[in-house]
DNA sequence: AATGAATGAGACTTCATTCAT
DNA sequence: AATGAATGAAGTCTCATTCAT
């Protein structure tokens, strides 16, 4: 009955599941990454949200699932992102740019989800590990596609190795994870540019007598 | 056979506490790169090396004593191999082709060691915590020295800051923990020349016009 | 049978917290007098109460928290016991004898209690310590109240020291949870009269030649 | 050979044996006092001692056998100033002033001793459980047999029962080892004074209307 | 939708004791 | 007389999960 009132349904005495299972998600997510996912027990979620055991086990089959959930999540948006940029340019040199640049602004945007995303791997199990895995694969593929292009488009040299590059390329970015601070002296698209250039023109002086 | 080279300490029915302790540490470090640290129990640990508990506790405090001398092992190598390129030469280009080349080649002698460092960290306490996070911060500090060294003498440019460069040189080489496989397609010293080379020179062909 | 006196809430199967947790208590009250606290395992305690060792720290967060439990429904009965004392005379002869009768027929009643309470007292730590010893204080502090009030006002002997005086009689009265047994020859309220004439008569015979 | 040199032996390189047993015997002594028998590990006695596990096994057999002899050493002290008393005058009213005396500057000499005397008689095992116990009995059955011999003498009054009065007399004494400090505003014999003429003459003071 | 009592396996750690030297 | 490596049993406590309501 209470259905017709369009998606936002409500429960008789003002229960809210979606704000249940919102509030533990954000709480499994902020102990996920202070403690980690072992580090971290239902007990504390649940106490967290202020809510009880058997609220958690109603919304989600295992602890499990809500680490699968919070890869999901972030990984999803990567690849949401990575899309538009291939639909915006061609140049792999801008595409480059751009994937460098969504890297980072999404580590500012995920920071919570993008720490558990690489340290709490681990601890997803086979279907579900395979799925994520599989959906990072597809994000370095797209590293490796356009690093690949910019070769044969003649832009890149043919000197590296695509694949080699794509994790110096990849790491750089990532690893921004342990480090970034949104009150740091530099936000995330001057990173971004910063890492652009470097790897793009390289750290050397051009005119500079080489070794 | 070994028995020719005159052991130091005998004991009845091979008593060998060296040999015990190494066991263990063996033991604990492949478990730990597999599993992670909370993932390992004890128990697993001393199964793995045929050894009891008690065996366990006799030769250290705690777990966690365990993994900070793995990760000890690790950055004292790091920081030792550091001494050696610095006194080696004083060319800021050389220098910091030397420090990726390093970086990579511990990775490939160190993988377990690594992957528990970079994976682990959070499990160590307090003081110990603050020990291995002060001489990670040294081997860091001296990639940005070596940078601004390069850039207060001209061979690197100016309109990137230091330290900057310095996390996205560091990310890079830190993530082949991530990736690097003994049985790829590419060693270490290539690996190592191929992100020299990007870093230092860039992407870019020189004449390609630019966007 | 009970089943008509309005149970408040009903378990499947006989879910009953409240009786679950008393069950546990009294488990280990037995076995806290009968192998002390240190000698007594949660796997003793829970094994005799038939229940799992789960059960019991859905009860209790530590072991500590039942001894401290016990410790406090004895001490407790104590104060309550002596306020009463204290309002129904205002003579200390009479108060004194009573302290002495309340003492006795509580070590009689709470014998596994005050058992527990005097072994094991040791190993509450700081602040549940701190409570139960502040208590105590409160007893005997009643105790020697009486006592400098007998002296004030002429009915007690002014050349002994009150403090010791109180602990002396402290001293009889505790002691008697070391030998008495419901069994033996003489009860509670016998024990108190003869106490209470020995400590304000004294032993000797009043005619007889002194030293 | 070196027997000749009475009693006192002396090992070839400055081993003292009697001197580690001593060492042992004192470090325990402490040890089970400030924290309990089962509180303390075999670990922290040698290492307080400053010696190892195995010259801790080189002297006693298990950690019982070091119980039992402190338990013994006061217990044995006590029948021997008893022994004196019970020479030195036949008078009981003498000998109980003397009892209480002897109670409790032993209380004082063999602070640790008595406590660890009371609080940890649990932990002797059958035969030395036995051993210690009987020789508290005598103990106990030397003050009855004062009192006893008192009231047939007709020094002390009929209407107490010699038992009753026994396990006060003694409960008021041993109760010392809980509140007893050198440092405290009485000593021992004054307090003894105190304490036998409590329980000879009485709180009471003789004029005063009774209730 | 949510509760919270209960389970049972397993975690880390401690410890008295043994024994070859 | 003394060492210290090793054992193995046991201890306290944690935890993900289940289930009747």
Do not use: C
């Given at each position: ?24 998600m954000?709480?499994?997510l ?39 959930e919070i890869q999901s999540v972030y990984i999803e948006a990567q690849l949401a992102a990575i899309d538009e940029i ?12 751009e994937l460098?640049r969504v890297s980072l602004t999404s580590i500012a945007k995920y920071h919570a989800h993008v720490t558990i995303f ?14 994520i895995?599989?959906k990072r694969?597809q994000v370095?593929?797209c ?30 970015c990532a690893?921004?994870y ?10 995330t ?23």
């Open positions: 009955m209470a259905e017709a009132t369009a998606r936002r349904r409500r429960w008789p005495d003002g229960y809210q599941p979606e704000a249940t299972r919102t509030s533990l954000e709480s499994a902020k102990l996920f990454q202070a403690k980690g996912f072992d580090g971290t027990s239902i007990r504390e979620i649940v106490d967290q949200a202020n809510l009880t055991k058997g609220a958690f086990y109603h919304h989600f089959a295992t602890k499990e699932e809500v680490l699968w291939m639909e915006a340019s061609e140049d792999p040199r801008v595409r480059l740019r460098v690489y340290q709490e791997r681990r601890h997803l199990n086979g279907p579900r590990f395979a799925e895995a599989a694969d370095e593929q590293f490796a596609g356009v690093i690949r292009d910019g070769v044969e488009k003649g832009f890149f040299r043919e000197d590296l190795d695509p694949r080699i590059a794509t994790f110096g390329l990849v790491g750089m690893w921004a342990q480090w970034y601070r949104p009150e740091g002296a530099f936000g698209e001057e990173i971004a540019r910063q890492f652009s250039t470097m790897v793009l023109d390289g750290l050397s002086v051009p005119g500079a007598d080489s070794d």
